[in-house]
């Protein structure tokens, strides 16, 4: 079970806004930053967002992030097929002295 | 625009020693953080440690007794040892250039650990 916990899947129709959580402790995202990866399979992982909110030149800004506490999400706004994919939040963990990552969600676009 | 390069030993046995390699290219080596993350089989990632241009290492603690990285600042790689493999170690094994924000990849190397 990951530190970071995240709902396993999300869903929604192309157009759509949706929204992946990522919920951590005082430890991670309530004292650090989080970053947010999109993965596809057969592929390495994809920097989305960085600085809880920043995105990377190159990433539409249809991806966008926000924190709140031990909290955070990411929203994906006008849903497109090629969003299908898993995604992940990750944080520095000042207890365990290193890097985490959230479980990850599985994004289908129906 | 700088592209990661990674090859290793695909196959191992149990108790044998992950050996993997990348190569940075066309990009600048010093200044950066090089680091090493995981996915297994069905699981999500798993950052396994990093090191500095410097040779100044951070690893997982869940690893550290196994792990080990080098870097050669004169061919412009770094290198990743796990010792003691199990199968809960084969994975895909990604090297990756930063600090957090992760934002060149390698192309992972699929390793499997099986009698």
């Known amino acids: 079970q990951s530190v970071l916990a995240q709902p396993p899947s999300a869903s929604g129709t192309p157009g759509q806004r949706v929204y992946i959580s990522c919920s951590g402790g005082?430890?991670?995202?309530?004292?650090?930053?989080v970053y947010w990866y999109q993965h596809l399979p057969g592929t390495a992982p994809k920097l989305l967002l960085f600085?809880?909110?920043q995105g990377p030149s190159g990433v539409p800004d249809r991806f966008s992030g926000s924190k709140s506490g031990t909290s955070a999400s990411l929203a994906i706004s006008g849903l497109q097929t090629e969003d299908e994919a898993d995604y992940y939040c990750?944080?520095?963990?000042?207890?365990?002295?290193?890097?985490?990552f959230g479980g990850g969600t599985k994004l289908t676009v129906l | 625009q700088v592209h990661l390069q990674q090859w290793g030993a695909g196959l191992l046995k149990p108790s044998e020693t992950l050996s993997v390699n990348c190569a940075v290219h066309a990009g600048t080596f010093s200044g950066y953080s090089w680091t090493w993350i995981r996915q297994s089989p069905g699981k999500g990632l798993e950052w396994i440690g990093e090191i500095h241009h410097s040779g100044s290492t951070y690893y997982n603690p869940s690893l550290r007794t196994r792990v080990s990285m080098s870097v050669d600042t004169s061919k412009t790689r770094f290198s990743l040892k796990l010792s003691s493999v199990t199968a809960a170690d084969t994975a895909i094994y990604y090297c990756?250039?930063?600090?957090?924000?992760?934002?060149?990849w390698g192309q992972g190397t699929r390793v499997t650990v099986s009698s």
């Open positions: 600085s809880n909110d």
């Open positions: 990750a944080a520095w963990d000042d207890r365990l002295n290193a890097w985490i």
């Open positions: 005082s430890s991670n995202i309530g004292s650090n930053t």
């Open positions: 990756a250039r930063g600090y957090g924000a992760y934002s060149r």
